[in-house]
């Protein structure tokens, strides 16, 4: 009996422990939102409606990936007029550059829970060190779905014209402040060993 457990034990060694777990963005709870001072009279608002991405966390080891991918002529800051100047030239140039990306796989953590992811985003074809603060991260299982999720709030500040969006400034700002909700539901539903 002894030798049965002590082959059983040794098998279950053999098989990896899998800790990193991949996620895959939901794009209808991921809506990238920014400010920025417009003359200064007013904070006006802005927002993407599409967003495409996979992140990659680590819990145990305290590390993991984000990449994030954001379609540029899904702008919207409420007036289809404006939404067209921004898709232009001056601005988000969409014809030319369809996308902005962030992708880190440096995440800081407090405890279990991921605080800080600093990477890299590109803008007009710049790219830019960025570090996204990462707020009320839970992970567990989507009421209606079921399905294993996690989600966060993420914010950061740039400067536009690190990134060679130079239109107009001082009269509209500078800096832009963004934030948004992150929601990715789990690839597979339990850690299944890779080969």
Avoid at 141 to 164: E, L, V, Y
Avoid at 182 to 188: G, L, Q, S
């Amino acid at each position: 009996m002894n030798k049965i457990l002590t082959v059983l034990f040794a098998s279950l060694l053999a098989f990896p422990v899998v800790a990193e777990v991949d996620y895959t963005i939901d794009p209808t709870h991921t809506w990238p939102m920014f400010e920025v001072n417009h003359i200064g009279f007013s904070t006006q608002h802005g927002r993407f409606d599409k967003t495409s991405g996979k992140i990659a966390l680590d819990i145990a080891a305290k590390k993991g990936s984000v990449e994030l991918v954001i379609d540029t002529a899904s702008i919207n800051i409420g007036f289809a007029n404006w939404n067209d100047h921004m898709k232009g030239e001056d601005f988000f140039n969409v014809e030319s550059f369809p996308t902005m990306r962030f992708t880190a796989d440096k995440l800081t953590f407090d405890g279990d829970k991921p605080i800080a992811a600093a990477g890299t985003l590109t803008l007009l074809g710049e790219s830019k060190p960025v570090t996204l603060s990462i707020s009320d991260f839970k992970c567990g299982t989507h009421p209606m779905t079921r399905r294993p999720m996690c989600g966060a709030n993420i914010s950061t500040t740039i400067k536009r014209s690190d990134f060679g969006m130079k239109k107009y400034i001082p009269a509209v700002g500078d800096e832009v402040k963004i934030h948004s909700p992150v929601e990715a539901f789990r690839d597979t539903p339990f850690d299944a060993p890779k080969n």
